[in-house]
């Protein structure tokens, strides 16, 4: 049974994102992810995020007729089995029935799967011998134990069965045991199941669909007319016998006549539709199959109308709002359709617009219209489709001929489930594609070293397309499940290309695609150096295959080699191993010529002929070095590959036409070696000037030089030219440094490890730097500081260092070109000594001026200096000076505060306590002054109780309210 499997997403392909710089060079950055994405066949690129070009296209006046595409169609295994289904039904409608496909477990039986499953098992006989339907059935997929096999054996001897005995040759004039061994079949309502019935009015295949219980297919009309033989009307072909005229059957095709009993096996009734005897049943199902191909729609749609249509198909198709339905949710549903012989969804693509008549969606300055400063930077971008075939590193920019789809590009506007199918790009060139706007497109790529992997999975899988068709994979209305490549172990990934994404495709890789909704894309072909192997050998291909050539490869290589000053380099260098090996090729061939007699030749200007007037007759290569041609048959021409294929005439009239003698073409493979050689010398120089151990180093003058060359020459951007230029950059860069090292004018001083590096950068550098010597007596300067201050450091760990010495080292060491390590270190040890000194003036002022803050301040500052012991023994004695001084302050504030009053004896002991410590203490001062007007009170006290006169009143009174 034939039952869709969900269809799982191959891995994604690589994707990269440009710098401007690499973008700045389009063929150079393609060229640069070519070993990582020719691996996998196609890429995807998103520009860099400001380079978003103006659609250019006149939107108003842009009129087109697009493709229609019937979705189960374009896949090859479900045209098979339609194709299938359609010549069975061919042969029961040539006889007066209609076939209704029956269903089995509430499904369609596939009628194409159970042949094929029969045909593997033996065929009918052998599977009924063998009682194997239970077998078959299991094989498509039905559960067990329901009686399935019987049912399937009714339907195959009913329906296929007699299909097969035709197509193994069985007619009337043979004894078919078969025949007349099979169950009476024909036109009568009686035979059980219905599943052939009779009709009486035409079908088309294209308006197949499913009905409640069963689905009709009758075969293609055919509008050929038949040949009538008026010889023996009304007499039975079979019997001779002209008797029973109301069982003598008439052909509709040959008007032969034959009773309903005489034919095998007979037909109980007389069909009611049109009847074809066995010879014109024949007859029309051998005739061959039209080739598969796509119609254009009838209708000329706009933009607009286009967009209109096709949200609304897809809106009411997803019956949600286009921009809501996901791309995964497309995807599946595109594949389960296009495996479905039930559902015959059609849509259409505006496929292959032709940008020169409809206009590029790039700006394009060809005169017709002023560009805005925008537009033109754009038109001359080399990412715009109409520029990047004829960008100088390209090949095809030596081909005079606009070639429509390869150097000019061609428009696609898609609708969802618009597709390309599997296809190689002509020439086997690279493609480019840019979305321009709207929903995303789906692409699969496959690539090229698993081609002909994939044309073998194709042509095993599907032969019967391939019979008829050949070159199908040539004409691009083909595709195949990407799940099913990958099952027979082709590689496949896939990429969502979104709005402002270009795809690239590598020679040779095959990939294909759909549309998720309403876009527009450009796309163009393009050929690099890299590619010239890959398009001889495509040559070597279509000879095999008989397939007309685009262009002419060796007229395109002779055309470069003509004029190997205006290559690029790595073009010319790739174009003279393309040269020799065509060169050598053409020296075999024509010396065959020799040994074969032919000596005639004359010189032909092949280029100025028409492509069909020099095209060789056996395989349809478009000659231009040579040729074989007969003086009797002016008409007939030859590649050297098929001399033999020319003319039965004799060898003395045949001749060679030539467009170049093979000195001409050696000479013109000399230029191209010179050519390619000088940048040899010039690799060679450079070599020896940046690779240099022990040789005079060169000035920098002599490396300019080799690299304005370089630039003079058109030499290629390779890893060479960079060690060049970064050598010649980092001279120069030195050279400032050093001016600046010896002018004191750097805006940072160097460490003295970067001065060390530095020195050593220079004495590296291939090139002269005079100022050298200089800076290694700065170095030795450094240096010499570095070990005058390690000895004052060593120094200092046992006894103090002086604070005159430090200061002087200090001075000398800002002075120097470079810092040493060991200037922090003094520093450092600075002010170590300043802060113990202030330490010991503090500590040593007996209490005058020293307060809390100054005490904290102290302890603070002690903490950000170098640590060492003696600093650690004085933040200690700070430490515990300053607890002790807090406490006290804290019991001086008790009592201030307290409610309780203290004895004056209290008081005065804490504040004598107190006063031994050498901090000025705020609470003390304040307790102090207390204690000192309580004493005062008591003496006044004391001098009225002793008194000799009483005090008065308001003196007691005064007395008391001092007190409290």
């Not at 299938?84 to 477990?105: C, N």
């Amino acid at each position: 049974m034939s039952v869709y499997a969900e269809f799982v997403p191959p891995p994604e392909c690589p994707v990269f994102e440009p710098s401007w710089e690499d973008f700045s060079d389009p063929l150079g950055f393609i060229n640069k992810i070519r070993p990582i994405a020719e691996k996998t066949g196609i890429c995807k690129i998103r520009p860099p995020e400001d380079w978003q070009p103006p659609f250019a296209c006149d939107v108003r006046n842009f009129r087109f007729n697009p493709r229609v595409q019937r979705l189960n169609e374009l896949e090859a295994l479900t045209r098979v089995k339609l194709n299938f289904l359609d010549q069975i039904a061919k042969f029961w409608e040539l006889q007066g029935s209609m076939l209704r496909i029956p269903h089995v477990e509430r499904k369609i039986l596939d009628l194409y799967l159970l042949s094929k499953i029969v045909s593997a098992e033996g065929g009918f006989e052998m599977v009924c011998k063998g009682k194997k339907w239970s077998k078959v059935a299991s094989r498509m997929g039905y559960p067990q134990g329901k009686g399935t096999g019987s049912l399937l054996r009714s339907h195959f001897e009913r329906i296929l069965y007699p299909y097969e005995l035709f197509q193994s040759g069985a007619t009337l004039t043979q004894d078919s045991k078969e025949l007349k061994n099979l169950p009476i079949f024909g036109t009568s309502p009686k035979v059980m199941g219905l599943e052939i019935v009779p009709t009486d009015d035409g079908f088309n295949k294209k308006q197949r669909h499913l009905k409640s219980q069963a689905f009709a297919i009758k075969m293609r009309q055919r509008k050929e007319t038949l040949e009538v033989n008026f010889i023996d009307l009304y007499m039975c072909l079979a019997c001779g016998r002209g008797d029973e005229e109301d069982r003598l059957l008439l052909c509709d095709g040959c008007d032969d006549s034959y009773h309903t009993f005489c034919l095998i096996p007979p037909l109980q009734d007389v069909p009611k539709g049109d009847w074809r005897c066995p010879k014109c049943v024949a007859e029309e199902c051998s005739k061959p199959r039209e080739a598969f191909g796509f119609e254009q729609a009838v209708r000329e749609y706009s933009l607009q109308s286009f967009g209109e249509m096709a949200d609304h198909f897809k809106s009411d198709y997803f019956n949600m709002p286009v921009h809501m339905v996901p791309t995964e949710l497309v995807e599946r549903e595109f594949w389960r359709l296009v495996s479905s012989i039930e559902e015959d969804v059609t849509v259409e693509y505006g496929a292959d617009i032709h940008s020169k008549e409809f206009g590029s969606g790039f700006p394009v300055n060809n005169g017709k219209r002023q560009l805005t400063p925008e537009e033109e930077e754009y038109a001359r971008s080399g990412w715009n489709l109409n520029v990047m075939p004829v960008l100088e590193q390209s090949v095809l920019c030596h081909i005079n001929a606009d070639i429509s789809g390869m150097k000019v590009p061609w428009l696609y506007v898609g609708m969802v489930f618009s597709a390309f199918c599997w296809h190689i790009e002509d020439h086997w060139s690279y493609s480019i594609n840019y979305l321009h706007w709207g929903e995303p497109k789906t692409w699969y790529g496959v690539p090229s070293v698993a081609a002909e992997r994939l044309e073998e999975v194709m042509k095993r899988l599907t032969p019967e397309l391939f019979e008829s068709q050949p070159d199908l994979l040539h004409q691009l209305v083909t595709i195949m499940n990407p799940n099913i490549l990958m099952a027979h172990g082709v590689p496949v990934v896939r990429t969502n290309q979104c709005a402002g994404e270009f795809v690239i495709t590598f020679p040779r890789a095959y990939h294909s695609g759909f549309n998720q909704g309403y876009n527009f894309a450009e796309a163009v072909n393009f050929c690099t150096a890299d590619w010239l192997p890959a398009g001889r050998s495509c040559i070597e291909h279509y000879r095999r295959l008989r397939r007309y050539c685009v262009f002419s490869h060796e007229e395109l290589t002779c055309k470069m080699a003509a004029c190997p000053e205006k290559l690029d380099l790595n073009l010319a260098a790739a174009t003279h191993r393309e040269m020799f090996s065509i060169v050598q090729e053409e020296r075999k061939l024509r010396k065959s010529l020799l040994e074969r007699g032919i000596t005639e030749a004359e010189r032909e200007a092949f280029e100025l002929l028409p492509d069909d007037e020099r095209q060789c007759d056996k395989c349809k290569t478009t000659c231009f070095l040579s040729a074989l041609a007969c003086s009797q048959c002016p008409e007939r021409l030859v590649c050297l590959y098929h001399t033999q294929d020319l003319c039965a005439c004799p060898s003395d009239r045949h001749y060679l036409r030539y467009r170049y003698t093979l000195d001409e073409l050696l000479a013109m493979l000399h230029r191209l070696k010179v050519r390619a050689e000088s940048f040899d010398s010039w690799a060679n120089r450079v070599k020896e000037v940046l690779e240099q151990e022990q040789s005079p180093k060169r000035a920098l003058e002599e490396l300019q030089a080799l690299c304005d060359e370089a630039t003079e020459r058109k030499f290629p951007n390779n890893e060479l030219l960079h060690k060049l230029q970064t050598s010649i950059s980092d001279t120069e860069r030195c050279r400032s440094v050093c001016a600046e090292l010896l002018t004191h004018t750097h805006s940072r001083r160097m460490t003295l490890e970067e001065l060390q590096a530095f020195v050593d950068q220079v004495q590296n550098l291939p090139c002269v730097v005079s100022q050298l010597g200089q800076v290694k007596v700065l170095l030795e300067e450094v240096t010499q500081f570095q070990h005058r201050a390690q000895a004052v450091l060593k120094g200092a760990e046992l006894s103090p260092a002086q604070p005159e010495e430090l200061e002087a080292l200090l001075e000398q060491g800002a002075g120097l070109a470079a810092e040493a390590p060991e200037c922090a270190l003094l520093r450092g040890l600075q002010e170590q000594g300043r802060w113990l000194g202030e330490v010991r003036r503090t500590l040593g002022a007996g209490g005058r001026g020293v307060t809390l803050g100054v005490l904290r301040g102290l302890m603070e500052a002690g903490c950000n200096v170098p640590q060492s012991d003696a600093v650690e023994t004085a933040m200690a004695e700070l430490q515990e000076l300053l607890t002790i001084a807090e406490r006290w302050e804290e019991k001086a504030q008790i009592c201030l505060e307290d409610r309780q009053k203290h004895p004056l004896s209290t008081l005065e002991a804490i504040v004598s306590e107190a006063q031994l410590i050498p901090v000025q203490l705020p609470n003390i001062l304040a307790l102090q002054g207390s204690l000192a007007r309580a004493r005062a009170w008591v003496t006044d006290l004391e001098e009225i109780q002793n008194g000799e006169h009483y005090p008065c009143l308001d003196d007691l009174e005064g007395l008391v309210a001092v007190g409290r």
